[in-house]
């Protein structure tokens, strides 16, 4: 066998070796610290998919928002940054796993001042011509004990974790995106009712006037009429402010101009959103909640980190090697001298006044604050999920409750005021229903945002996003 096939063969069995003797930290995924079922009045034992946003929502402007949005809000853009900045750190660590291998050539001409011709020709001893080309393994770790390996581990899973977190910011921006759409239509709606109650009540104040002129009604029901109406002028220019601050609110987040349409189209009805949402019973499916597997990958992130701490204590072996050809012409280079070198170097700290200790109790330290991290995560997920099947429970009973109560202050208004007209009540029992049935509207208004909210709470707890380009494959033990 040549000198090259072993010089080979010797680098592709350190190869080997290094990858075969890698010695990895364990990991145990820490229990969830959470009942095994959520709360739901189905209690039919299934996991189902985690939500995606396509499903909740149904208006197609709200849908063109939160494209938008995906396509121009900043914060996503800086969780995309991170992405790759996570990405191309992960490159530089993995590239340690392999040989660095650097080729080199060079070409002297000389000669002396003494040659016949009066030229540079070779001769002269040091003085001539000389080609050289070499290809060489310049320090190259044999990771025997896992140093390299685990912090390429470590690496992977920042990385990932990176990827996470920009899904997890995707699914808030879309939850974001849809209760700003869900307060500006709610706002919209207590505008047009405060319009409606200014119109209303000032009829009810020209009557009012007329009735005191022919002597019916009395200046006290004069001044009554008209601070209700000024009540709810003063009501409607504070919800003309309040919508104009949630339409802000959208272009904010959603990063550029709103497309035209947008304050037309926002409604507050059930047609917006989907909100017949199925959840099984079991508590597994928070385990996919993005922001959940971001944690975990931070964890094991931490658990990589403890190992490429812990074989820091173990010699570190580098091996370098060549191979060179030297002539004394360019063109006959490769038919000249050729050699070859190779050698290890071990090196093995003796005193470092206790730093790797340190640095290992450092590394310790950061899982044990990264599974706390984890379990809180989780805890996170079951109590935001628990909160929307609790109010999820009930808000259908309190908005048809409410649409009563609507519907009984209307009447009670109604009687009301042809009971003042015929002069059998004072104009205080009419504002007295009035008001009435202006509370009832705006608690009806303010249940159907609640309604809307919680359906987007139950994506927030319960969503996910698809996966859309790959990732490196995770490494395995050898």
Excluded: H
């Amino acid at each position: 066998m040549s000198r090259t096939s072993l010089l080979m063969a010797a680098a592709g069995s350190a190869l080997i070796l290094s990858g075969c003797m890698t010695i990895r930290e364990p990991y145990d995924r820490p229990e969830a610290p959470i009942p095994e079922a959520l709360p739901v009045t189905d209690a039919n034992g299934e996991e189902i998919s985690p939500l995606v946003w396509q499903e909740v929502y149904q208006n197609p402007k709200l849908r063109e928002l939160v494209g938008l949005a995906l396509d121009e809000n900043r914060d996503l853009r800086v969780a995309a940054a991170n992405v790759q900045l996570a990405r191309a750190q992960y490159g530089i660590t993995r590239a340690q796993r392999l040989p660095t291998v650097t080729a080199s050539g060079s070409v002297t001409e000389g000669g002396t001042f003494d040659d016949d011709d009066g030229g540079f020709s070779g001769g002269g001893g040091g003085f001539g011509d000389n080609a050289r080309a070499s290809l060489g393994v310049t320090a190259y770790e044999l990771d025997l004990f896992g140093r390299v390996a685990n912090l390429n581990e470590a690496a992977l899973q920042a990385y990932l974790a990176s990827e996470e977190g920009e899904r997890a910011a995707k699914i808030s921006i879309a939850a974001t995106v849809g209760e700003l759409w869900m307060r500006l239509a709610a706002d919209k709606a207590f505008l047009a009712l405060a319009e409606d109650t200014v119109d209303v009540q000032s009829e009810s104040l020209d009557l009012t006037r007329e009735l005191f002129e022919a002597g019916v009604a009395t200046e006290l029901d004069v001044r009554r009429a008209s601070s209700s109406v000024e009540t709810a002028r003063a009501q409607a220019a504070q919800f003309t402010a309040q919508v104009d601050q949630d339409l802000n609110a959208l272009r904010f987040v959603v990063g550029t101009r709103l497309p035209d349409g947008v304050l037309e189209a926002a409604e507050l009805s059930q047609s917006a959103l989907d909100g017949d949402l199925p959840v099984g019973q079991s508590s597994l499916v928070l385990l996919k909640r993005p922001d959940v597997q971001q944690a975990e990958r931070q964890l094991l992130s931490a658990n990589a980190n403890v190992g490429a701490a812990r074989a820091a204590f173990f010699p570190t072996i580098s091996l370098t090697g060549s191979i060179a050809y030297s002539s004394t012409q360019l063109d006959d280079l490769f038919d000249g001298t050729a050699g070859w070198s190779v050698g290890p170097s071990v090196s093995l700290p003796i005193f470092d006044a206790g730093a790797r200790q340190a640095n290992l109790d450092v590394s310790e330290a950061q899982r044990q604050l990264a599974v706390a991290n984890y379990e809180q995560a989780i805890q996170v997920a079951f109590q935001d999920t628990a909160n929307a099947l609790a109010v999820g429970r009930t808000i259908d009973d309190r908005v048809a409750a409410l649409t009563r109560l609507v519907e009984d202050t209307a009447v009670t208004r109604d009687l009301s005021e042809e009971r003042f007209q015929v002069g059998v009540d004072d104009y205080l029992s009419v504002l007295d229903s009035q008001q009435l049935y202006y509370d009832a509207r705006q608690q009806l208004i303010q249940a159907e945002l609640d309604r809307s909210l919680n359906t987007i709470a139950l994506y927030r707890a319960l969503g996910t996003w698809p996966e859309e380009d790959a990732r490196p494959q995770e490494d395995g033990g050898a």
